[in-house]
């Protein structure tokens, strides 16, 4: 597996490469709950699924500080989605991810700006349940790696 700014390097792209969503954010520091919340404009009508459920866990840690609350955060919301888009056969029946993240700003009432870690975190929580081995375009990882990129933009390490 790889480490630190190779991880990001392969799934981020340049920093040329900032998702529409992440752009209306550039000029100011981007928290993680932000980038959620632009995973949701980028990819918001699809089905949460289990890779959806790692990568929202892993913001929501980082974001309030440590352990998540089991039946109170938005981990606890998409938790349960999953679990009901598991048994429903129609994509159009299914509980979405911008539902899900809906929530955050009730759900979580701690946040701080995206770093380094924070984005190679959530790309190996979506890449460790993901069956195809990939990050979602648009998706959680994607946008939490955007976010990172504006706030460090112009980085003095090269992505």
């Known amino acids: 597996m790889m480490f630190g700014f190779d991880l990001l390097k392969q799934y981020a792209g340049t920093t040329e490469q900032i998702s529409t969503a992440a752009e209306a954010l550039v000029g100011r520091s981007t928290t993680l709950t932000e980038a959620l919340k632009a995973a949701a404009i980028n990819v918001g009508r699809k089905p949460v699924e289990t890779t959806d459920l790692a990568a929202i866990k892993e913001v929501e840690a980082r974001a309030i500080g440590g352990d998540i609350e089991s039946d109170g955060g ?8 999953v679990a009901r888009n598991q048994k429903i056969g129609e994509d159009n029946e299914k509980t979405n991810l911008g539902d899900v993240i809906a929530e955050i700003d009730v759900k979580v009432t701690r946040d701080r700006e995206v ?7 959530v790309i190996r929580a979506e890449l460790n349940h993901s069956p195809f081995n990939n990050i ?3 998706g959680v990882a994607e946008s939490v790696t955007a976010a990172y990129k504006l706030n460090c933009n112009p980085c003095n390490v090269s992505l």
């Not at 606890?76 to 989605?81: G, M």
């Open 115 to 121: 770093t380094s870690e924070d984005a190679e975190a």
């Open 74 to 81: 938005v981990t606890a919301v998409a938790s349960k989605a």
């Open 136 to 138: 979602i375009p648009g």
